[in-house]
T-cell receptor, first 111, second 116 residues
Framework: QKEVEQNSGPLSVPEGAIASLNCTYSDRGSQSFFWYRQYSGKSPELIMFIYSNGDKEDGRFTAQLNKASQYVSLLIRDSQPSDSATYLCAVIRGGYQKVTFGIGTKLQVIP | GAGVSQSPRYKVAKRGQDVALRCDPISGHVSLFWYQQALGQGPEFLTYFQNEAQLDKSGLPSDRFFAERPEGSVSTLKIQRTQQEDSAVYLC??????????????FGAGSRLTVL
């Protein structure tokens, strides 16, 4: 079982819709969770991080964490074509520095 | 510097050649990470430095891979006797924080290695 699991997609949503990206992790000791965005041919860039159970909102982005279910999600409201990219989920296990990434979900926002 | 700088951006090597990839992190960033990203995959952890100390090298795929950060700033990833499966983008990332759980990474543009 991979440490961080994501559906590789592609996930296609129409412009203006809500995009929902999901991620599960295997280690219950994981304590920090990140979403990075990676445009084709570019490097990952941080969108959000979340440490506590519940929701965290930043503009059009909401990260949701459920530690009991070992599940992290990212919601993108009012999706724009410029949001089309691969979204990488990343976790850090407690007591470690290593940041482990999932395979990434490719999002396509259709105009 | 203003960002994480990597060089070379592109490297073509013949199978069996040695290559060296350089990373210059953001000034003052304590933590430095190397990742390998194959086409269509997520970044795979290779190794981690805190200042000059290599605290985790569990992701290095073989003893052909070697990384160093002798003065706690610039880092070099060296791959000896390159193989075709080494073809990938090698990403360097740095973080200001030294404490577990606080590693928000800033990535460089990457070094794309193609082994023929």
């Amino acid at each position: 079982q991979k440490e961080v699991e994501q559906n590789s997609g592609p996930l296609s949503v129409p412009e203006g819709a809500i995009a929902s990206l999901n991620c599960t992790y295997s280690d219950r000791g994981s304590q920090s969770f990140f979403w990075y965005r990676q445009y084709s041919g570019k490097s990952p860039e941080l969108i959000m991080f979340i440490y506590s159970n519940g929701d965290k909102e930043d503009g059009r982005f909401t990260a949701q964490l459920n530690k009991a279910s070992q599940y992290v999600s990212l919601l993108i409201r009012d999706s724009q074509p410029s949001d089309s990219a691969t979204y990488l989920c990343a976790v850090i296990r407690g007591g470690y520095q290593k940041v482990t990434f999932g395979i990434g979900t490719k999002l396509q926002v259709i105009p | 510097g203003a960002g994480v700088s990597q060089s070379p951006r592109y490297k073509v090597a013949k199978r069996g050649q040695d290559v060296a990839l350089r990373c210059d992190p953001i000034s003052g960033h304590v933590s430095l990470f190397w990742y390998q990203q194959a086409l269509g995959q997520g970044p795979e952890f290779l190794t981690y430095f805190q200042n000059e100390a290599q605290l985790d090298k569990s992701g290095l795929p073989s003893d052909r891979f070697f990384a160093e950060r002798p003065e706690g700033s610039v880092s070099t990833l060296k791959i000896q006797r390159t193989q075709q499966e080494d073809s990938a983008v090698y990403l360097c990332a740095s973080s200001q924080d030294r404490y577990s759980g606080a590693n928000v990474l800033t990535f460089g543009a990457g070094s794309r290695l193609t082994v023929l």
